[in-house]
Structure formats: C-alpha cells, structure tokens
C-alpha cells in the first residue's frame, strides 16, 4: 500500500538551529513523485518541493535542503539557521493515480515544528 | 492574484443540517480536490473532479456531495449523515498530473453548535 510516515510529531528548537524532519514512503509504483509542504498558523498549504523517483540528486533551496534516498525510501528535508518564522506544521505527501489523468497526494501525519526566538 | 479561496474560514453546524463550503479557482486547473484535515492525521481526501460535471468519492466520502457546474467552483455540502464534521476542510486544485503539485486554499473550520 502507499504510505508516507512522518515519525516526528513534534519538534523545538532555537532560533539559528539546524532541523531535519524526516518522511519515509511506500509505494509500488516505479515512477513515483514526492512534495513537502508547508502549513503556518493561517492554514493554508504552501508547496515547497516536487522530487520525482528517477532523480536522486540532492536539492538546496536557500536555507532548505532536501535529501533524497531511494535505498531508504525516505525523503528528508532540512532547514538550516532556523528562524521563528520557520514554525509551522510541515507535510510529507506522495503522489498517487487515481484514474484518468487525476493523481490524489497520501499525506503523513505532519511534523509540528516550534522555533523559539 | 491568482489562487483559491474558501470561504467561510469558520462555519458552524447544527444539528440534522446540512451546510455548504465553496472554493473557488482562477487558476485554469482542470482537476479539483477536498481534503479534510483531523488533528494528528494529515489530510485525507474526501472528493475530486477531474473535469466540469464529473466526480468520484475519494477515501472519506460517506456524508459528504459535491457538485461540479463550473471549472472555477467545487463546493462541498456536509450533509447531516457525516457525524462527526468537526474538522478543518481544505481545497485544492491542481493541473491534475501525477508529476504537478496541487494548489490549497487557506481552509474552511467546521465545528458542531
């Protein structure tokens, strides 16, 4: 079955820290595509990333990286200095076909992430 | 500015009613979702539209309909049959492609009076 496990459900830190939260999936499918997102206190979802299967190489995103690791199955995103606008809830997802052309995102359960000034 | 929006952001049900959520898109994507997010579950799906006039049950569907008349809107009614409403709603659109990501609105809070 498709599955995304975000283990971390809470996490503190303090400002200037480094954080990894880490999302580990499963899937049978052989082309798969993985997101994180972002949920501040407002509610929306804020897209952060797309990684697809057949690319392992590692993305940096100004203070955002994200290690990609098909051996593992995990996909674990790390920011760095962290800021206390960083805190939210962050949202591993994997994309699934649904029929058609529709593809539906299974989603873990969120790692709440708390950045003390 | 384009986007989704939701409305409203808090919304309260009596009992053996039923109420409706709007989204609303002006992003052109074809493919519409909704999702309802549970304290400590993630999100799960709930319906989607691939197309104008077409949807299918997602994972969570029992109590809920939605309907699809335009591309832009995809309203959610809760009906009195889903027994435990109280959640945060969450809609989204997407170019619906394994490969795209889908796009959220800022979400509708339904609690129970």
């Known amino acids: 079955a498709q599955k995304v496990t975000q283990a971390q459900t809470e996490i503190s830190v303090v400002e200037k820290e480094d954080v990894t939260l880490d999302c580990v999936y499963e899937?049978?499918?052989?082309?798969?595509?993985l997101f994180w997102y972002k949920q501040p206190p407002s509610g929306e979802l804020v897209f952060l990333i797309r990684?697809?299967?057949?690319?392992?190489q590692n993305e940096i995103s100004g203070r955002y990286s994200w290690n990609f690791q098909k051996s593992t199955s995990s996909f674990n995103f790390t920011i760095t200095a962290s800021q206390v606008v960083d805190s939210a809830v962050y949202f591993c997802a994997l994309s699934e076909a649904i029929g058609g052309a529709t593809n539906k995102l299974i989603f873990g359960t969120g790692t709440l992430l708390a950045v003390q000034p | 500015d384009g986007g989704i929006t939701q409305s409203p952001k808090y919304l309260f049900r009596k009992e053996g009613q039923n109420v409706t959520l709007s989204c609303e898109q002006n992003?052109?994507?074809?493919?519409m979702y909704w999702y309802r997010q549970d304290p400590g579950q993630g999100l799960r799906l709930i319906y989607y539209?691939?197309?104008?006039?077409?949807?299918q049950k997602g994972d969570i569907a029992e109590g809920y309909s939605v309907s699809r008349e335009k591309k832009e809107s995809f309203p959610l009614t809760v009906t009195s049959a889903q027994k435990n409403p109280t959640a945060f709603y969450l809609c989204?659109?997407?170019?619906?492609?394994?490969?795209?990501?889908?796009?959220f609105g800022d979400g509708t809070r339904l609690s129970i009076l």
């Open positions: 992003l052109n994507h074809d493919a």
């Open positions: 899937t049978r499918d052989t082309t798969y595509y």
């Open positions: 539209s691939q197309i104008v006039n077409d949807f």
């Open positions: 989204a659109s997407g170019q619906g492609q394994k490969n795209q990501p889908q796009h």
């Open positions: 990684r697809n299967s057949f690319d392992e």
